[in-house]
């Protein structure tokens, strides 16, 4: 499927076929790698044991951003024209493009878009390939979309994952809790897709997934290994929306319930007159399984 000029490089546990620059590649691959080395932290925090990884997982680099547009058309099925990169679950593979509008442009902003995006879809990756979620279950959004959001960083030489803040999503979070602006959480665990494609639906989901989902990983620990659990023993297909109801209840309670703790803690945690965080990156969103160019 790839042009004869792609180059393929492995690391330990990844093969990537790259017509990119070599540099940027192995900044790639190096994110991988971390991606990996930080997502085993966080199954052993959660006491699941992983997997093995029963092969090496590919990723494909476009060095342009047409060229990447027409493989996720052609190959993928994937037409929204504006993504930087994506997970396709049906063929198993990960791909990006260079993230910057030239090869030649190396801003703060295309690096950390090139960061999250990479993080973001290994991790979607790795938790089905490590077994934390089936191939053969349809999940909702919150916590498909909910987990690798909160693994995204600018810094992945770091420690990243659901124990440390990705500052842009709490940011556009806080400002979501601020202003009443939330989905109530009986509505968010029942959906699989999207209800529309605005602007602010999206980020209204992944924003609150991602806080949903940090908060339960530090003070819900043994409840959301549960809901891991639940979920892999579902019979495959595509669960209800009241059946993901269902099985939210069973391992965390009435949503109204948890979503009244949950919100008084994030309530406490900003705290009357707390100064907001620094906004300089609020603007990076997610899509479904995609990392998009700035909304405004």
């Given amino acids: 499927m790839l042009p004869t000029r792609f180059v393929p490089y492995e690391t330990r546990r990844f093969v990537v076929f790259s017509d990119a620059s070599p540099r940027w590649t192995r900044l790639q691959m190096a994110r991988l790698e971390r991606a990996h080395h930080q997502f085993h932290r ?103 979309e909910g987990l690798a959001a909160a693994f995204e960083t600018a810094n992945p030489d770091a420690a990243f994952g659901p124990a440390y803040e990705f500052a842009p999503r709490r940011h556009r979070f806080e400002q979501m809790l601020a202003g009443n602006r939330l989905m109530p959480l009986d509505r968010l665990v029942r959906l699989d897709h999207f209800p529309d494609e605005r602007a602010e639906t999206v980020q209204t989901i992944y924003n609150q997934s991602y806080a949903l989902v940090v908060w339960l990983a530090r003070h819900r620990r043994d409840e959301l290994r549960a809901y891991f659990a639940a979920m892999r023993a579902e019979t495959p297909g595509r669960p209800t929306g009241d059946r993901h109801h269902a099985i939210f209840t069973a391992a965390f309670g009435p949503p109204a319930q948890l979503e009244r703790t949950w919100l008084r803690h994030e309530h406490a945690r900003v ?26």
Avoid at 73 to 90: E, K, M, Q, T
């Fill in 271 to 296: 705290g009357p007159g707390a100064p907001p965080l620094d906004g300089a990156l609020a603007g990076v969103v997610c899509q479904r399984v995609e990392f998009p160019e700035m909304i405004p």
């Fill in 42 to 144: 966080f199954l052993d925090r959660l006491g699941t044991t992983p997997g093995p990884l029963r092969h090496k997982l590919v990723c494909v680099l476009f060095a342009t951003r047409d060229d990447f547009i027409e493989f996720a058309r052609s190959h993928d099925g994937v037409v929204a024209s504006w993504i930087l990169g994506y997970f396709s679950p049906r063929n198993d593979r990960i791909v990006f493009y260079h993230g910057a509008e030239t090869l030649e442009e190396e801003d703060e902003f295309a690096d950390l878009r090139a960061t999250a995006t990479t993080i973001h879809e290994a991790v979607h990756q790795l938790s089905f390939h490590t077994g934390l979620q089936s191939v053969h279950i349809n999940y909702p959004l919150w916590i498909c």
